[in-house]
Structures are given as structure tokens and as C-alpha cells.
């Protein structure tokens, strides 16, 4: 009697229990999924890929990369480039340049190049090369000579009838320094200037007559030393030229440029 007596109680608490949790199960099974949907509030344009097209070639640009020849600012595009002969300020008074804004070198020239600026760089982080010419097609050659042959000038330029110079085999650079404000460092010429003035061969006898002064020659001495290391050789009638092998190797290992 007193099991049945205390069994009924917890009958009708077991009872009671699952009934609350089914009916509990039923009410959590009956809540509807809502589904998440996209409106165009809730959706983010994709922003598109921007590709920036390099700025087309010039004619002369495209028929130096036929030859195989090198953009140095594809190299490096630290280094500043200025071609003088794309205007009538040169000592021709002509451009000689009417469609080509790059300067070009051989690849072997190039690449030396590279390693003149990196020097500089190491030598004052704030400085940049700035390139003047490089390589000149033997017609833009031609050009040049016709201007100075019969004139005292005739000797500062390579005769083309007996195969041209460095230039014309992309193994030479007229160069100079630009300082950190863009300004090109004082050499006591400007580039081009044809004259005793702008030969290496006495500089202390220039400063000491006054044609250049003290800070000048020091700036032709960076320079002469951030070529050198580079294996440029420089050209005792210019300060801004510097050859990356001599004629005679040029002729027997490289190619003139048409």
C-alpha cells in the first residue's frame, strides 16, 4: 500500500513532464525559417580591377625595341631622363629628335647604368642620374654631322661615312646629376657645350683660371667616380660623355643602329 501510495505522485509528475516537453519541441519545430534575401541595399558594388595602360611608344620608341634595345626607365624609373635633342636648344640648333622621347641603351650598357644610379644612390640617397642622350640612330648621326662638318666643331662629332660612335651603337650616355630639388648639380657648362671648357684632362688648370669653380670640378669628379664604378670610361673633350667599351670592341661585338 504505501508504494502504490507514493508511486502515483511521481506518475502523474513524469506525465506531466514529457507533456510540457512535447509541447515545448512542437512550438521550437513550428518557429518558420526566415531566409536571408539580397536586396540591392544589402549588396556592395564589386569594385573593378584598374589596370593602367603604359603610355604608348613613338615610332622611334617601338623600332629601338625591334633592335632589341632597352628603355632604361623600364629598368629603373628613378632615373630622370631629358633628351636634349628633342628641341632646338643644342648646338645644332635643330631637333634631331622629332619622335622619340625615351632614352635606349644595349642591354649590356643598360644595365651598367642601373648600377651607376644605384651608387649614386648609395653615395647621396637624394641625388638621381639624369640622362641627357643615349643611343642615336646613325640617321639621327648623319643629322649632327651635316650641322658641323666644314666648321671648328666638326671634331666633337663622330663622322658617320666611317661608322659613327658609341652613341650609335647604344654603348654611350651623355649624363649628369640632378639634385634633390630636380636642379642638374653645377659643372661649370652646360651639356653640349663644345670647348676646352668642358675638358677633363686640366680641370685644376680651369678652376685655377677661373673658367670653373672648386665645387664644379668636385661635381665632375662624383660623377666620374659613380661611372667609373659602373665600368664606364668617360671622354676626355666632354665631361657628360661616358663610353661603356671602346670603338674597336664595339665593331667587332655589337651592331650599329640603323
Given at each position: 500500500?504505501i508504494?502504490?501510495k507514493?508511486s502515483?505522485?511521481?506518475l502523474?509528475?513524469?506525465?506531466t513532464?514529457c507533456s510540457?516537453l512535447?509541447?515545448?519541441?512542437e512550438?521550437?519545430?513550428?518557429i ?5 534575401e539580397?536586396?540591392p ?8 580591377c584598374?589596370?593602367?595602360s ?11 625595341d625591334?633592335?632589341?634595345?632597352i ?16 628641341q632646338a ?6 631637333v634631331?629628335?622629332d619622335?622619340?622621347t ?14 651607376a644610379?644605384?651608387v ?9 642620374l639624369?640622362i ?10 648623319k ?7 666644314g666648321?671648328s ?5 663622330s ?7 658609341l652613341?650609335n ?7 649628369s646629376?640632378?639634385?634633390s630639388?630636380g636642379?642638374?648639380l ?22 685655377h683660371?677661373?673658367?670653373?669653380s672648386?665645387?664644379?670640378?668636385q661635381?665632375?669628379l662624383?660623377?666620374r ?12 673633350s666632354e665631361w657628360?660623355h ?6 674597336d670592341v664595339a665593331k667587332?661585338?655589337?651592331?650599329l643602329?640603323?
Amino acid at each position: 500500500m504505501i508504494i502504490l501510495k507514493y508511486s502515483l505522485p511521481i506518475l502523474c509528475l513524469l506525465l506531466t513532464g514529457c507533456s510540457f516537453l512535447s509541447s515545448h519541441k512542437e512550438e521550437k519545430e513550428s518557429i518558420p525559417l526566415v531566409e536571408y534575401e539580397h536586396t540591392p541595399e544589402n549588396i556592395q558594388p564589386r569594385e573593378e580591377c584598374s589596370t593602367v595602360s603604359p603610355p604608348e611608344r613613338s615610332e622611334m620608341a617601338l623600332y629601338m625595341d625591334s633592335l632589341g634595345l632597352i628603355n632604361i626607365a623600364d629598368l629603373d624609373s628613378s632615373l630622370v631622363v631629358k633628351l636634349m635633342y628633342t628641341q632646338a636648344d643644342n648646338f645644332t640648333g635643330e631637333v634631331l629628335y622629332d619622335n622619340l622621347t625615351e632614352a635606349y641603351l644595349h642591354p649590356d650598357a643598360a644595365y651598367a647604368l642601373i648600377e651607376a644610379q644605384k651608387v649614386l644612390k648609395r653615395l647621396h640617397p637624394s641625388y638621381s642620374l639624369i640622362i641627357y642622350d643615349a643611343a642615336r640612330p646613325i640617321s639621327v648621326q648623319k643629322k649632327m654631322w651635316n650641322v658641323v662638318k666644314g666648321t671648328s666643331k666638326y671634331k666633337y662629332v663622330s663622322n658617320p661615312n666611317r661608322g659613327g660612335g658609341l652613341h650609335n651603337y647604344g654603348l654611350a650616355v651623355d649624363i649628369s646629376i640632378q639634385d634633390s630639388l630636380g636642379q642638374p648639380l653645377p659643372m661649370g657648362t652646360k651639356v653640349d657645350h663644345l670647348g676646352v671648357e668642358a675638358h677633363i684632362t686640366d680641370e685644376i688648370g680651369l678652376v685655377h683660371n677661373g673658367k670653373i669653380s672648386e665645387t664644379e670640378r668636385q661635381n665632375r669628379l662624383l660623377l666620374r667616380k659613380v661611372m667609373k664604378e659602373a665600368g664606364f670610361r668617360a671622354l676626355p673633350s666632354e665631361w657628360w660623355h661616358f663610353n661603356f667599351c671602346s670603338r674597336d670592341v664595339a665593331k667587332q661585338k655589337y651592331k650599329l643602329i640603323p
